[in-house]
């Protein structure tokens, strides 16, 4: 009962209500819960991803008309990116509902901002093949409306190409990144990445996908030589 309860409040947060629930309980199922009869979002996820992709290229076309390709596409990249999507998680409070095995509950699941994005792509998912394409475009909207108000104030460069750039202004080659540990289960791994510069700086840092990993890593040292100009 408690479960069905969590997820009527989390349809309220959401503002969508499922026809078939099935659908959502689904988006809300990480792999360490999965079984042969239970699955778990990452099919959805996949569709999502592809969704709120559309959405937002939509909205930004109609935003800004005079806007050119390379800068709707650095907008672009900033709103579907996976940190966005967990800033939205964030702000329903999906990880509250998450449906998530002993290692990921213990690890601290619920929080994790690659697990965070992945499922927040599944739900718009979910509502997509329970409403079809008008409920996914509204729930995208309104979700993402105050992220598309101010995208165009904000530094829509993600950290490694904004380390790069810092290099290469500078006469230094682009930055290097290598993997110095990887820990977890196959289904909840945990890369540990240093990003370094070709005269010696380096930083570290951790998260559950490479990509996230080395996008951590290079705001990390962008912020350290940054602080020491």
């Not at 998450?98 to 979910?126: H, N, P």
């Not at 945990?190 to 990993?213: C, M, N």
């Amino acid at each position: 009962m408690k479960i069905a309860s969590d997820l009527a409040l989390f349809q309220t947060r959401l503002g969508y209500r499922f026809k078939q629930p099935s659908g959502l309980i689904e988006a809300v199922t990480h792999a360490s819960k999965g079984t042969s009869t239970r699955r778990d979002y990452q099919r959805l996820e996949f569709l999502g991803d592809r969704v709120l992709g559309l959405v937002i290229a939509q909205a930004l076309l109609a935003q800004d008309q005079e806007a050119s390709e390379g800068i709707l596409a650095l907008r672009y990249n900033a709103l579907v990116r996976k940190e966005t999507c967990a800033e939205i998680a964030r702000d329903i409070d999906l990880g509250a509902v998450l449906k998530l095995g002993r290692s990921e509950m213990i690890t601290g699941g619920r929080r994790k901002q690659t697990l965070l994005g992945d499922a927040m792509e599944a739900v718009i998912a979910a509502v997509y093949l329970d409403g079809g394409m008008e409920a996914a475009q509204a729930l995208v909207l309104r979700l993402w409306h105050r992220s598309l108000q101010t995208v165009d104030g904000q530094d829509t460069r993600d950290a490694k190409t904004a380390l790069q750039e810092w290099a290469q202004a500078r006469g230094l080659p682009p930055p290097t990144y290598l993997t110095k540990r990887r820990d977890g289960p196959d289904h909840a791994p945990v890369f540990e990445i240093e990003a370094q510069l070709s005269d010696g700086p380096s930083a570290r840092a951790k998260a559950g996908t490479k990509r996230a990993a080395e996008q951590a890593a290079a705001q990390a040292l962008l912020n350290t030589m940054e602080a020491d100009t």
